[in-house]
């Protein structure tokens, strides 16, 4: 198992940005894809972002290409994601999920941080 423990949201201005970042537990993230996804308000979790175990490969939703990148640091079992040039409509709460399969997206993520808050005023 692995246990993810995300940081760095809060309050952003619109063209401002913000890195979030997932720490993990356990010596064996290495072996485990992670992702972003985030959920605004009265609207479904959504993917963002994912990264391959490697660090090799990545995914973005389309609303966050350009604006956004994933990286992972395996010697601190940590994963970021950059966000640059944000927008009002990236205000949402940012959760960290790792499986251990290879598929980035679309896959089923079997562990979930606890969220951390992404405000973006205008």
């Known amino acids: 198992q692995v246990q993810l423990v995300e940081s760095g949201g809060g309050l952003g201005q619109a063209g401002g940005s913000l890195r979030l970042s997932c720490a993990a537990s356990g010596r064996t993230f290495g072996s485990y894809t992670t992702g972003w996804f985030r959920q605004a308000p009265g609207k479904d979790r959504d993917f963002v972002a994912g990264?391959?175990?490697?660090?090799?490969?990545?995914d973005y939703a389309d609303s966050v290409k350009g604006r956004f990148t994933i990286s992972r640091d395996s010697a601190r079992s940590t994963v970021y994601l950059q966000m640059d040039s944000l927008k009002p409509e990236d205000t949402a709460v940012y959760y960290c999920?790792?499986?251990?399969?290879?598929?980035?997206?679309?896959?089923?993520?079997?562990?979930w941080g606890q969220g951390t808050q992404v405000t973006v005023s205008s």
């Open positions: 999920a790792a499986r251990s399969g290879i598929l980035i997206h679309p896959a089923t993520y079997d562990y």
């Open positions: 990264i391959s175990r490697s660090g090799g490969s990545t």
